[in-house]
């Protein structure tokens, strides 16, 4: 996907057919590129109708991202619109917390690498504390280990978020965990389902089947302060064809509750509570999320192998984790709290 095939989705329709010339007067460009542009978009598994007379149209809307309907959602949750910052690419929020109102800024982009690699860029001459980045479709969008991470336009939510901390490295290693949890919180009180689980340590699964997930890099060249980079995927509509190259279970939000949800409004209730959690996060760390976490997780007392750096399986029980956000594992089921302890880093964890 290219920014003129971005550009092309927001002028197709649902309902009433466009022909080539008419989209391409829209677009300024030729109805020849107009026709190149239909079959990128076909090609990432976007169903387009192909009427001879009348033109294109779309068998299923778009759901763009728009700054005016995330401002409108996050309104709806209590946050107050700032008068500075505000303009046609940029919109700044205040999130209601229990002292204070937090600013928080949004960008949307078409396209983009990655809106983590975006905010790592910027870090050198701009503050990204409270910035988040959203974007239509990433080019080079990645998940642990380095993995591509894979997305449908329109179905997907994929944004950063920064955030400046007093705290070392040490003291975040639970951070993908809270955040993780926070958007788990958000989808159940927005009515997707009651059950959604996380596992460790990162990733929001439903049924065993991924949903989204959480990656967090950090950046310490700034003096006395520690960057975190939140990176987050969400499925929200994953057709079966765009899900061919992926070798895991994965799942959406339409799958769950046959409804998909308005992406605007859920990416404003997300960050809202997200910035909730990093704000608790930054006083008391991840031991004030250990216990509900632990709540969650799909692999609690389960059987499990953990794939370590060096390419060593380790089996065991998952009997807990601790207020760093470590994985304990043990020897044999029921041993609660007791076992080894292993941190995330570059280790994965699968059922065994």
């Known amino acids: 996907m290219t920014p003129d095939s971005i550009a092309l989705l927001y002028h197709l329709d649902t309902l009433q057919a466009q022909s080539a010339a008419t989209l391409a007067e829209k677009l300024d460009t030729s109805p020849q590129k107009i026709r190149a542009l239909i079959k990128d978009i076909e090609a990432v598994g976007i169903d387009v109708a192909h009427k001879s007379k009348a033109g294109y149209c779309l068998l299923r809307p778009f ?6 309907a ?17 303009n046609a690419g940029h919109r700044t929020i205040l999130v209601p917390l229990s002292k204070n109102k937090q600013p928080l800024s949004l960008i949307n982009v078409a396209t983009i690498d990655s809106t983590s690699n975006e905010l790592m860029r910027r870090l050198p001459h701009t503050d990204i504390h409270a910035l988040a980045l959203a974007t239509e479709w990433q080019t080079a ?31 975040l290693s639970g951070l993908p965990m809270a955040v993780s949890l926070a958007i788990a919180n958000t989808l159940e009180r927005e009515g997707f389902a009651n059950n959604i689980r996380l596992k460790w340590p990162n990733d929001i699964v439903f049924h065993f089947q991924k949903l989204g997930g959480v990656l967090v890099e950090l950046n310490n ?22 899900r061919e190259p992926i070798a895991r279970a994965v799942t959406d939000l339409y ?43 799909a692999y609690h007392q389960r059987a499990v192998c953990l794939l370590l750096p060096d390419q060593k399986i380790i089996k065991g029980f998952v ?16 041993d609660k709290g007791k076992g080894a302890r292993y941190t995330a880093g570059e280790i994965s964890l699968y059922p065994a």
Not at 152 to 164: E, T
Not at 319 to 334: E, F, N, R, T, V
């Open 63 to 68: 759901d763009r991202l728009d700054l005016d």
């Open 255 to 297: 799958n769950i509750s046959k409804t998909v949800p308005d992406r605007n409004a859920l990416l404003a209730a997300i960050l809202i509570e997200i910035v909730r959690t990093l704000t608790i996060y930054a006083r008391e760390g991840f031991a004030a999320f250990s216990a509900p976490w632990q709540e969650r997780h």
């Open 141 to 171: 969008g990645r998940g642990r280990h380095g993995q591509p991470w894979y997305a449908f336009p329109g179905g997907s939510l994929m944004f950063s978020l920064g955030w400046r901390f007093t705290q070392d490295s040490h003291f």
């Open 70 to 86: 995330w401002q409108k959602a996050a309104q709806a949750h209590g946050a107050q619109l700032s008068k500075t910052q505000s």
């Open 221 to 242: 060249d700034i003096p006395d302060a520690t960057y975190a980079v939140i990176g987050v995927g969400l499925n929200l509509y994953f057709p079966r064809q765009a």
């Open 319 to 334: 009997a807990g984790i601790d207020d760093d956000g470590a994985l304990i594992l043990s020897d044999s089921p029921g």
